[in-house]
C-alpha cells in the first residue's frame, strides 16, 4: 500500500497493532485465570490500552498539524514575496509528494516570472534603441526641412538637401523593414516555403541588388562558386541574410577594395563566405555584433541600426544553419554560413 510508504503512518499502524494484539492477549490470559479475575481487571485494561491508543493518535496528529502549519507558513511567505521559500519534503509518502508537487508548481512560476521580467527589460530597451535610432534621420529631416525653408530657392541647394533627405528616409525604411521582418520572425508568424533553388542564381539575383551601390562607391563585388549547387531553402528569406551581409561589407570598405562572395558543398552542408578586405572588426565587438541594436564604441559608423546582422543570424537559423565571422581590425572580414544538404541526413 502507499499509504505505509509513510514511516509516521507506518509507525502508528504497527503500535495500534501492537497494542490490540497485547490487549487481546491480556484479555485471554484473564479470562483463563478466571471469571472474577477477568471482571475486575479487563476493564482496567481496556482503558489502559484506550488511553495508550489515544496519546499515540494525539502525537500523530500533533505532529501532523506541526507539519501543515510550517507548510503553510511557508506558503503564506512565497505569497508575500519570499520566492526563495519552500516547504521541507525529505521524507517519504502521499503528504510530502503533495509538498514537491508544490514545490516544483513554485519553481515554474518563478521561473515564468524571471521570463517575463526578462522580456519587459528586453522590450524597454528595444523600444528605447528604436525610439534612439528614429530621433537621429527625424531630426536630420527637421534640419534640413528648416534650412530649405529659410534659404532662396535655389536649385543646387534644392538639390543637395533632397538627397540627404532620402538618405535619411532611406534610413527610417530601412530601420522599419528590418524591425517589422524580425518581429514577424521571432512571433514565428512567417512560414518559410522552402524548395530545391540554384545557388548560383540566387546570389546572382543579390549581386544585381547592389551592383549600382558598388560601382558608386568604386567597389568591386566578386562572386564565384558551384553553378551546379542547390539548396532546399526559401530563396527570399535566404538571400536577404545573404544581402544583409554584403550590404554590410560593402558598407564598411572603400574605393578601390573588394567584397567577394563565395560557395562550396562539402560533404554534409554547404557553405557560403560573404569576406572583405575593408576596416574590419574589434576583437572586443566580435561576441557582440550579432545582438540588436548593437553598436560599437571604436565603430565611425553613423548610418548603420545595427539590425542587419541580427536578422541574418535569424534567418540562416530558422533554415538549420549556423552563422559564424572571424575578422581582423584593418585586415577585413568573413562571414561564414553553414547549410546543412537535407539528402545527405
Known sequence: MNLLTDRHIKRLFCLVLTLTVGFALLSAVLLAAGGERAARYLPAAFACMGLLVLTVMYRYFQKQHQTMARAI?????????????????????????????????????????????????????????????????????????????????????????????????????????????????DAGTIMLDKSEYNLSDLIADVKRRFAVQAQQQGTMLSCSGDDAISLFCDAHWLSEAIGNLIKNALDHTKAGETVTVTWHAFASIVQITVQDNGSGIHSEDL????????????????????????????????HSGTIEVDSVLGGGTVFTINLLIPTIL
Request: hydrophobic share 35%; glycine share 4%; aromatic share 6%.
Open 73 to 185: 507558513e511557508q506558503l503564506h511567505s512565497f505569497l508575500a514575496g519570499n520566492t526563495t521559500a519552500r516547504i521541507e519534503c525529505d521524507d517519504e509518502g502521499e503528504l510530502n509528494r503533495l509538498f514537491h508537487e508544490v514545490n516544483s508548481l513554485a519553481a515554474i512560476l518563478n521561473a515564468h516570472a524571471e521570463n517575463e521580467g526578462r522580456a519587459k527589460q528586453s522590450m524597454k530597451e528595444t523600444l528605447s534603441d528604436i525610439s534612439h535610432q528614429l530621433k537621429t534621420p527625424l531630426a536630420a529631416l527637421n534640419i534640413y526641412n528648416g534650412i530649405l525653408q529659410q534659404q532662396p530657392v535655389d536649385p543646387d541647394t534644392v538639390r543637395e538637401f533632397t538627397a540627404l533627405s532620402e538618405q535619411e528616409l532611406d534610413r527610417i525604411q530601412t530601420l522599419v523593414h528590418n524591425l517589422l521582418t524580425i518581429t514577424k520572425l
Open 287 to 318: 561576441p557582440h555584433i550579432f545582438k540588436r541594436f548593437y553598436r560599437s564604441r571604436f565603430s565611425k559608423d553613423t548610418q548603420g541600426v545595427g539590425l542587419g546582422l541580427p536578422l541574418a543570424k535569424t534567418i540562416i537559423e530558422a
